[in-house]
């Protein structure tokens, strides 16, 4: 049905930069929603961003806000996480996620907004 790739982690040092993609594969499909989630060891999973396929909306969670930035590409099928600045607490494994339709009462940060998952990427940021 529909399989989402993410793709660009990596090692890099605090202060750098990062861009993650995730290609989105499936036949007729188009997100109502694509948002990006992270877990690190012995944590949560945690909200990063999210972007509105039909406005291009965008929304952050607080710890990225200025530093992270989410797009998407024409075509509607590449979701990109630009991540600038990094810092050590960012160390995580990078999730993205889709949202097939607009689900009324969720929160965008919540996780059982979204029905589709990658498998994950991993992010690690030295000091």
């Known amino acids: 049905q529909v399989q989402l790739v993410e793709s660009g982690g990596g090692l890099v040092q605090a202060g750098g930069s990062l861009r993650l993609s995730c290609v989105i594969s499936g036949r007729n499909f188009s997100p109502y929603v694509m948002g990006w989630f992270r877990q690190a060891p012995g944590k949560e999973r945690e909200f990063v961003a999210t972007i509105f396929w039909s406005n291009d909306n965008t929304y952050y969670g607080d710890s990225v806000k200025g530093r992270f930035t989410v797009s998407r590409d024409n075509a509607g099928n590449t979701a990109y996480l630009q991540m600038d600045n990094l810092k050590p607490e960012d160390t995580a494994v990078y999730y993205c996620?889709?949202?097939?339709?607009?689900?009324?009462?969720?929160?965008?940060?919540?996780?059982?907004?979204?029905?589709?998952w990658g498998q994950g990427t991993q992010v690690t940021v030295s000091s």
């Open positions: 996620a889709v949202g097939s339709v607009n689900k009324a009462g969720l929160s965008i940060r919540a996780q059982n907004r979204y029905d589709h």
